[in-house]
C-alpha cells in the first residue's frame, strides 16, 4: 500500500513510466545494486543532444545501515522503486547519499523520502544542503565535507567535494572495502544500453560518448577536473560507479588516463572545419582548406553546421550538431570557422556555435575565419573575434572573398594554410 502523497506523486510525476513492468535491481557486486533507469528515448539534455539515450544511475548497498546513492530524475521513480523493492523494503533505508543536486540525479529523492521515512540525507556542505533545500525542502539532512566518512556497517563511504564537476555542490562518494567510487557526473557517458559494465559493451561507442560527455559538461571544469584526479590518485580504485551510462570495471585506468589528457587540454594534431554557406561559396571554401589540412598531414573533419535540418529544411536546437562538433574540438588542435555575411553579420547558426564554443572555455585552439560575401563582408571579422575571445591563438589572417571564389582564388587559400604549417 502506497502512503497517500506517493500516489499523488505517482500520478503527477510518473506518466510516462505510470505501469512498469517488473523491474528488478542489477547486482554490480556482493551486496551492491543498480537500481537506476535506462532513458533510452531521451535526445536533448539541456541543449547538449543524445542521440544514444542515457541513464541515471542509483546505487542499493545493503549493509548494516541500508544506504541509497543518488536517485533517478523526476518522472522515472516508480522505476527506480520496483528495482529497490526487488532486494528490500525501502522503508529499510537509513541513508540517502545525494552526490549532486542537479534534478537528473536528485529528482527521485522526494518520491524515495516518502517510503525512507526515517532516512538521513547526506549531502555537500555548503552547495549540497543549499541546493537540496531550495529545491526539495526540509529533510533529515547529514552534510559532509571532504574527508569526512560513514560507516554503514562492513562498509564505510568517505566523501570528496568536487565543485563544478558539475555543479558547485558535487562530490564523490567512494568505498575503501569495495574500492568503488561512486562518481556521479564524472566519468559518465550518456549512453542507453541494457548492460552495466563497459566490457559488457562496445568500448569504442563508450569512450566516444565519455569524450562527448566531458566535451560538453565537463570541458568547461577542466582545472577542476585535473584536481579531482589529483584527489582521487591514491584510491585505490576497481570500479567506477558512474551517475550516467555505463560502469567502469575492465577499463578504469584508460578512463582515468583518457579524463587526464582532456583535463590537461592535451590536443591532438587534428582539425574542426565548421561553416555555413547561402551559395555555397563558403562551402568551396571550407572544403578547400578541409583538403589543405589534410595535405599537411593533419586528419581533418567538416561539419555543415545545417546538417540537420528539421522537416521543413529549419535549422532545429534539438538536433543541434554543437554537441558534436565539440567532441572533436575536445582534442584537435586547429579550428577553422567560415560563414557568408548576412545582414552585416555572420549567419545566426555560426554565432550560436561560437557562443557555445566559448562558453565551455576551449583552451589551446589554434584557429582562422573565413567567409565569402557579396558586400561588406563583415562576419570573417566578427567570427576572428569571438574566437579570439574564446582564448584562440589566430593563426591565418581573415580568408575573404568576394562573391564567387575562382580557381585562381581557392589555390591561394590552399597556399595559405600549406605556408602555415611550413612555417
Ligand atoms: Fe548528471 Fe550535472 O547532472
Keep these: 500500500m502506497l502512503p497517500r502523497s506517493a500516489k499523488i506523486h505517482k500520478k503527477r510525476g510518473n506518466d510516462r513510466k505510470d505501469e512498469p513492468p517488473a523491474m528488478k535491481a542489477i547486482e554490480i557486486t556482493k551486496g551492491i545494486y543498480w537500481v537506476g533507469v535506462v532513458d533510452w528515448t531521451l535526445r536533448s539534455f539541456h541543449g547538449y543532444t543524445t542521440s544514444r539515450g542515457s541513464s541515471y544511475n542509483a546505487y542499493l548497498i545493503l549493509d548494516e545501515k ?76 547529514q552534510p559532509v565535507k571532504t574527508g569526512e566518512s560513514i560507516s554503514i556497517g562492513k562498509r564505510t563511504l568517505s566523501f570528496l567535494q568536487v565543485p563544478m564537476l558539475h555543479w558547485p555542490d558535487s562530490m564523490m562518494t567512494y568505498c575503501p572495502e569495495e574500492k568503488i567510487l561512486f562518481s556521479n557526473d564524472g566519468f559518465g557517458q550518456h549512453l542507453a544500453a541494457s548492460e552495466r559494465f563497459d566490457d559488457e559493451n562496445d568500448l569504442s561507442i563508450v569512450i566516444e560518448e565519455a569524450q562527448k560527455y566531458y566535451a560538453n559538461i565537463l570541458m568547461l571544469y577542466g582545472r577542476q577536473a585535473a584536481k579531482a584526479l589529483t584527489d582521487t590518485k591514491d584510491f585505490d580504485i576497481q570500479m567506477i560507479a558512474t551517475g550516467h551510462g555505463v560502469l567502469w570495471r575492465k577499463n578504469v585506468a584508460k578512463i582515468v588516463e583518457l579524463y587526464k589528457k582532456w583535463s590537461a587540454a592535451d590536443l591532438d594534431e587534428k582539425a574542426v572545419v565548421v561553416y555555413d554557406t547561402m551559395w555555397h ?70 554565432a550560436g556555435f561560437l557562443t557555445y564554443f566559448k562558453g565551455l572555455s576551449p583552451r589551446h585552439h589554434k584557429a582562422f575565419a573565413f567567409g565569402s560575401y557579396g558586400w561588406g563582408g563583415q562576419s570573417i571579422g566578427l567570427i576572428e573575434d569571438e574566437l579570439k575571445a574564446a582564448g584562440c591563438e589566430i593563426i591565418l589572417d581573415k580568408i575573404r572573398i568576394q562573391e564567387i571564389p575562382s580557381t585562381e582564388q581557392l589555390e591561394e587559400i590552399r597556399q595559405s594554410v600549406l605556408a602555415y604549417k611550413k612555417a
Excluded at 533505508?93 to 518520491?111: A, K, L, Q, R, T
Excluded at 523520502?113 to 529533510?139: D, I, Q, W
Excluded at 535540418?309 to 562538433?325: Q, R
Excluded at 565539440?326 to 584537435?332: E, G, H, K
Aim: hydrophobic share 35%.
Design 281 to 350: 561559396s563558403t562551402e568551396k571554401m571550407a572544403r578547400t582548406i578541409t583538403e589543405a589540412l589534410r595535405e599537411c598531414g593533419i586528419s581533418v573533419k567538416l561539419f555543415d553546421i545545417k546538417t540537420t535540418p528539421n522537416s521543413v529544411g529549419y535549422y532545429d536546437i534539438k538536433k543541434n550538431p554543437h554537441a558534436d562538433i565539440m567532441t572533436d574540438i575536445l582534442t584537435s588542435r586547429y579550428l577553422a570557422v567560415g560563414s557568408p555575411t548576412l545582414n552585416n553579420q555572420m549567419m545566426p547558426t555560426i
Design 66 to 141: 541500508v544506504t541509497l546513492i543518488d536517485t533517478v530524475k523526476h518522472g522515472f521513480e516508480n522505476e527506480m522503486l520496483e528495482r529497490i523493492k526487488s532486494v528490500i523494503d525501502p522503508e529499510k533505508i537509513d541513508y540517502v547519499v545525494s552526490n549532486h543536486v542537479e534534478p537528473d540525479h536528485s529528482g527521485g529523492i522526494p518520491f524515495i523520502m516518502k517510503y525512507a521515512k526515517n532516512a538521513k540525507v547526506v549531502t555537500s556542505m555548503p552547495n549540497g544542503l543549499k541546493g537540496l533545500r531550495a529545491h526539495y525542502g526540509e529533510f533529515d539532512y
